[in-house]
T-cell receptor
Framework: GNSVTQMEGPVTLSEEAFLTINCTYT??????LFWYVQYPGEGLQLLLK?????DKGSNKGFEATYRKETTSFHLEKGSVQVSDSAVYFC?????????????FGKGTHLIIQP | ETGVTQTPRHLVMGMTNKKSLKCEQH?????MYWYKQSAKKPLELMFV???????ENNSVPSRFSPECPNSSHLFLHLHTLQPEDSALYLC???????????????FGAGTRLSVL
């Protein structure tokens, strides 16, 4: 079956530090890949996505590249801010049009200190 | 504000209680979803509805009963829950339940449920 593995958190960084949150996946087909962010007290919001190999998703200074050879979709940001503190979820869709929905990782809690 | 509103935000219930969670979307979407978010576990898809018809039931215990009276409203009726059902229950909607990469899901803030 499909699965998504994320690095354990919490990840604590200082403001303006470089961020990497690792995500690797297992899927039977050619999935689409997503990063969602959940700010405190809110629901999940789509941050970025990539639908095929070598695609790069980007939004709000965050980037992730779909690496088929390493089955990875690591999230990066060059300079984090306190407002980036949230839980980040990596997810995939391999449903092929079915209703299996997204397969999520467990989430990585990011804490940015001023 | 994502356009998906869930009420109540917090709920505490005993194991013998009956309660309902409500979700309303103002986005004109045709598909709605219930997810369960437990600590240290991935989000679990519980139910999918498309135009008031259930599309998928992911082997959810019968003590959870969904209802979708119209495409804007989704309920989750709770009955005889167990303490391990304590979690954050998230509602989401999208234009269509197929082709997830094209039909982005918008999430509500969730209902934090505690079962005593």
């Amino acid at each position: 079956g499909n699965s998504v593995t994320q690095m354990e958190g919490p990840v604590t960084l200082s403001e303006e530090a470089f961020l990497t949150i690792n995500c690797t996946y297992t899927a039977t087909g050619y999935p689409s890949l997503f990063w969602y962010v959940q700010y405190p007290g809110e629901g999940l919001q789509l941050l970025l996505k990539a639908t095929k190999a070598d695609d790069k998703g980007s939004n709000k200074g965050f980037e992730a590249t779909y690496r088929k050879e390493t089955t990875s979709f690591h999230l990066e940001k060059g300079s984090v801010q306190v407002s980036d503190s949230a839980v980040y979820f990596c997810a995939l869709d391999d449903s092929g049009g079915g209703a299996d929905g997204l397969t999520f990782g467990k989430g990585t809690h990011l804490i940015i200190q001023p | 504000e994502t356009g998906v509103t869930q009420t109540p935000r917090h709920l505490v219930m005993g194991m013998t209680n009956k309660k309902s969670l409500k979700c309303e979307q103002h986005l004109g979407h045709n598909a709605m979803y219930w997810y369960k978010q437990s600590a240290k576990k991935p989000l679990e898809l519980m139910f999918v509805y498309s135009l008031e018809e259930r599309v998928e039931n992911n082997s959810v215990p019968s003590r959870f009963s969904p209802e979708c009276p119209n495409s804007s409203h989704l309920f989750l009726h709770l009955h005889t829950l167990q303490p391990e059902d304590s979690a954050l229950y998230l509602c989401a909607s999208s234009q269509d339940w197929r082709e997830i990469a094209k039909n982005i899901q918008y999430f509500g803030a969730g209902t934090r449920l505690s079962v005593l």
